[in-house]
């Protein structure tokens, strides 16, 4: 067998792990469940859910990536035994189609938006511009241009396509939100959507806490890319002196400054229109921020280089969507990365297009379906940590570790004890709210 793909050097890990991470969740997503659910109530407790949980649980599946050294499907046959390992493995690569199936469709609207924004295509009638281009044989023309873009970093590999442009898209997402928020800033009227976001409001949280848990949680996940196991497949192309806590720190800080960053922009641009971003779910969002943009001064500039933005950062979380799959077909089955990068290709072309011709589908694909397969992976990738692999993880976790070893016992405790519990909570809260 050739030797494996593996990243040039750790921080090109960390930045596409940063790449994965950030993307249309902290952009499209986490601004309006911060707008739905209390502004700066959901914010805390976000960024207390992301410290507890999500660095913990994303240690877990990096110490799963790099101690099996393999996909999901045979680190996971490797380190538990047939046939639960590739079983599960089996429901990641199944969870990394489903996703970048409706990922890939909301990856086509930004494209188009980002093409169209120059000339303002848009602006006279938002809501109905989004209506006509949302759904339909349109949206599958973008879906199919989107998953072309990603498909030919993945094509590529490991370290020619993915790290290299991770390498550029990632610092640019960064440094375009900083501009963007530095000149949301300059902008009349954002007083109270600063104060909506960043105001600490005690009240709120403590009368809707369990309401608000149910989506922070959920989107903790859905941010840190946890659950797919996608990040357990990019940390298999790790080498073994990369310090795992020291990365998912990293990755989880920076990750949660884009998140930010995002919210610095979206809601205080809502707030300056008047318009309440509470209302009405994500398409609405869309339409929301295209009217913001259509009535200011230099609007055309601005959108374009926001839309141009969101698209880096869903590229690179796209790419790791893609990443599983395709890695899978080529470490179990031996079919050369060109081979498995279009067949699997052209499958989502055809699951994703089904989506974009189905609205209501793909509302519940996009959002129910995803936050439940995502618990579902997690639960299990944290039960083989915690308590299956318990010697190992601990092992894995202090390789390279330095000081950062004595966290060890605490994190395999949390991993074991604590992190089940929240899953599990937050995917009984996706079904009450389905049943609800
Ligand atoms: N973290 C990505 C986002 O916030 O947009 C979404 C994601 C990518 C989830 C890859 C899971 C995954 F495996």
Same mark, same amino acid.
């Given at each position: 067998m050739a030797t494996r793909d593996s990243w040039v050097s750790n921080l090109g890990f960390v930045l596409a792990a940063v790449g994965s991470a950030a993307g249309l969740g902290n952009i499209w997503r986490f601004p309006w469940l911060t707008a739905e659910n209390g502004g700066s109530a959901f914010l805390v407790m976000y960024l207390l859910l992301i410290i507890g949980v999500g660095v913990p649980g994303l240690l877990a599946e990096f110490v799963l990536g790099r101690r099996g050294k393999q996909t999901p499907t045979g680190a996971l046959r490797s380190l538990i035994g047939s046939p639960e390992g590739p079983a599960l493995g089996s429901f990641n690569v199944v969870t990394t189609i489903v996703m970048l199936s409706f990922y890939s469709v909301v990856g086509g609207w930004i494209l188009r938006y980002t093409l169209v924004s120059p000339v303002g295509a848009y602006f006279g009638q938002p809501a109905q511009y989004f209506g006509q281009m949302s759904y339909g044989l349109q949206a599958v023309g973008f879906h199919l241009a989107f998953l072309a873009i990603i498909a030919a970093i993945v094509f590529f590999g490991v370290s020619r396509g993915i790290e290299r442009v991770s390498k550029v898209m990632l610092p640019a997402v960064v440094v375009l939100l900083i501009g963007l928020a530095a000149w949301t800033m300059t902008q009349p009227d954002t007083a109270a959507g600063y104060a909506f976001y960043l105001g600490f409001d005690g009240e709120y949280l403590?009368?809707?806490?369990? !309401?608000? *848990?149910? #989506?922070?949680?959920?989107?903790? *996940?859905?941010? @840190?890319? @946890?659950? /797919?196991? /996608?990040? @357990?497949? $990019?940390? !298999? $192309? +790790?080498?073994?002196?990369? !310090? @795992? #806590?020291?990365?998912? +720190?990293v990755i989880a800080i920076s990750n949660t400054v884009i998140g930010v960053l995002a919210g610095l922009i979206v809601i205080p641009l809502l707030f300056s229109q008047g318009i309440d971003p509470g209302q009405g779910g994500p398409g609405a969002l869309f339409v929301a921020l295209a009217s913001v943009f259509g009535s200011l001064p230099g609007g055309a500039v601005v959108a374009t280089v926001f839309f141009a933005t969101v698209l880096l950062a869903a590229v690179t979380s796209g790419i790791s969507l893609l990443e599983t799959p395709v890695a899978t077909l080529v470490d179990e089955y031996g079919v050369s990365r060109r081979r498995a990068t279009v067949g699997v290709s052209l499958l989502i072309a055809v699951t994703g297009g089904g989506l974009a011709l189905a609205s209501s589908v793909f509302r519940f694909v996009s959002g129910p379906l995803v936050d439940i397969m995502l618990s579902v992976g997690l639960f299990a990738f944290l039960a083989i940590a915690g308590w299956i692999l318990r010697t190992e993880a601990i092992e894995e976790f202090s390789a390279g570790a330095g000081r950062l070893d004595a966290l060890a016992t605490p994190w395999v405790m949390t991993v074991s004890w604590v992190l089940p519990v929240v899953v599990l909570f937050s995917l009984l809260s996706t079904f009450t709210s389905l049943a609800g």
């Open positions: 403590a009368a809707n806490f369990v !309401s608000i *848990l149910g #989506p922070a949680a959920g989107q903790a *996940l859905f941010t @840190l890319s @946890l659950g /797919a196991g /996608a990040m @357990l497949t $990019y940390a !298999s $192309y +790790l080498e073994d002196d990369a !310090s @795992l #806590p020291r990365a998912t +720190l």
